[in-house]
């Protein structure tokens, strides 16, 4: 399982690097690996903005394989064997924010095809504001479960986020695919 793992942490960091870091322009060039730090274990942030001018800020980063943009932010809520999500450790810093429990500032989500040939779209959001959505309106977010794994994910559109007021900058080279939502509330 163990060898699984590390396949599918070098596939997303290969797409990222050769697909959504050049779409990314400036800011792109500017991230750097966190991957497998206590950081990332314990706060999620799976890289780090630095900015000479301005300083340093923690990055949580998705690449999802799949043959459509789906249009949304995919969030890991359980997993089979109970370890810890991005869900659980993001409304965890979210709660204990006045203590100063890291979090990641920014969020991006990638599709991008399995074989790696073909970003379909990557959107950038305040972790923040995505995760005070979530924390919100978790009843109202559609759950997906992977088949393949039985990991259970929020499936947060970004048309919600922006109907809410939270800015999402997305970059999509194919249109989101449109799947049956329940209406969005709030």
Same mark, same amino acid.
């Given at each position: 399982?163990?060898?699984?793992?590390?396949?599918?942490?070098?596939?997303?960091?290969?797409?990222?690097?050769?697909?959504?870091?050049?779409?990314?322009?400036?800011?792109?060039? %500017?991230?750097?690996?966190?991957? /497998? +730090?206590?950081?990332?274990? !314990? $706060?999620?942030?799976? *890289?780090?903005?630095?900015?000479?001018?301005?300083?340093?800020?923690?990055?949580?980063?998705?690449?999802? %394989?799949?043959?459509?943009?789906? /249009? +949304?932010?995919?969030?890991? !809520? $359980?997993?089979?064997? *109970?370890?810890?999500?991005?869900?659980?450790?993001?409304?965890?810093?979210?709660?204990?924010?006045?203590?100063?429990?890291?979090?990641?500032?920014? +969020?991006?989500?990638?599709?991008?095809?399995?074989?790696?040939?073909?970003?379909?779209?990557?959107?950038?959001?305040?972790?923040?504001?995505?995760?005070?959505?979530?924390?919100?309106?978790?009843?109202?977010?559609?759950?997906?479960?992977?088949?393949?794994?039985?990991?259970?994910?929020?499936?947060?559109?970004?048309?919600?986020?922006?109907?809410?007021?939270?800015?999402?900058?997305?970059?999509?080279?194919?249109?989101?695919?449109?799947?049956?939502?329940?209406?969005?509330?709030?």
């Amino acid at each position: 399982m163990q060898a699984e793992v590390q396949r599918d942490l070098d596939w997303a960091a290969d797409g990222f690097a050769r697909l959504v870091k050049p779409v990314l322009g400036a800011f792109g060039e %500017r991230l750097s690996s966190a991957e /497998g +730090t206590d950081f990332d274990v !314990l $706060s999620g942030i799976d *890289g780090w903005d630095k900015d000479p001018a301005r300083g340093i800020r923690g990055v949580a980063v998705r690449v999802q %394989r799949s043959g459509r943009n789906w /249009g +949304t932010f995919t969030l890991r !809520l $359980s997993r089979p064997n *109970g370890a810890s999500t991005e869900v659980e450790k993001r409304l965890r810093s979210l709660a204990l924010a006045t203590q100063g429990w890291l979090m990641p500032h920014l +969020t991006i989500h990638a599709y991008v095809t399995a074989d790696l040939q073909r970003l379909l779209s990557v959107a950038v959001v305040e972790s923040i504001l995505l995760y005070t959505y979530v924390r919100d309106n978790q009843t109202r977010i559609p759950v997906r479960r992977n088949p393949e794994d039985g990991v259970a994910f929020l499936a947060v559109p970004i048309a919600w986020l922006r109907d809410y007021g939270i800015h999402v900058h997305c970059h999509d080279l194919v249109p989101p695919h449109r799947w049956p939502l329940p209406e969005a509330t709030g």
